[in-house]
């Protein structure tokens, strides 16, 4: 997907546009099909998306694990980053950092947030982001670090 925000705008405007969406982001990154993805939003410095708590990303008491809460993070702050990221410039993923504050007991959302200032510049970019039950509990908090560069000249 070369230009996944424009992708994500099309087809968010048409019916089951959005399923549609989800289905081609989790094949363009097999890691992400594994979590099953529903995207719901995606705009600059905000991007959310659910995970369905099922049989496939429970642990051994029944949770969601904590690698699939944070491969839907990555995946929200992939998204965000689609959307966000100036012309001229490419990011890649730096580092994350997570603290696990509540069990994982239903459907989660995935968000990832970011402020206008934080792009000013090339360098480190801190991603904020957050796992959230259906009861409105966070589960998951934390920044994921991405690293913003100039594009290469061809």
């Not at 959310?48 to 949770?63: C, D, P, S, Y």
């Not at 995946?75 to 965000?80: I, K, R």
Request: proline share 7%.
């Amino acid at each position: 997907m070369p230009d996944t925000y424009a992708l994500y705008r099309s087809m968010s405007a048409k019916p089951l546009g959005k399923r549609v969406f989800s289905l081609l982001f989790a094949t363009k990154a097999p890691y992400f099909r594994t979590i099953r993805p529903q995207v719901r939003d995606v705009r600059p410095h905000h991007a959310e998306l659910t995970i369905r708590k099922r049989r496939a990303v429970q642990n051994h008491i029944g949770t969601v694990h904590a690698i699939a809460v944070c491969n839907g993070l990555e995946a929200a702050m992939g998204l965000l980053a689609e959307a966000t990221t100036p012309p001229g410039r490419r990011w890649i993923p730096k580092g994350m950092t997570v603290s696990y504050l509540a069990k994982s007991t239903t459907d989660l959302l995935c968000v990832a947030e970011t402020d206008p200032a934080d792009w000013a510049a090339a360098g480190d970019v801190p991603v904020r982001v957050r796992a959230v039950r259906t009861d409105g509990t966070v589960v998951v908090e934390g920044v994921i670090t991405i690293y913003v560069s100039e594009k290469p000249a061809r």
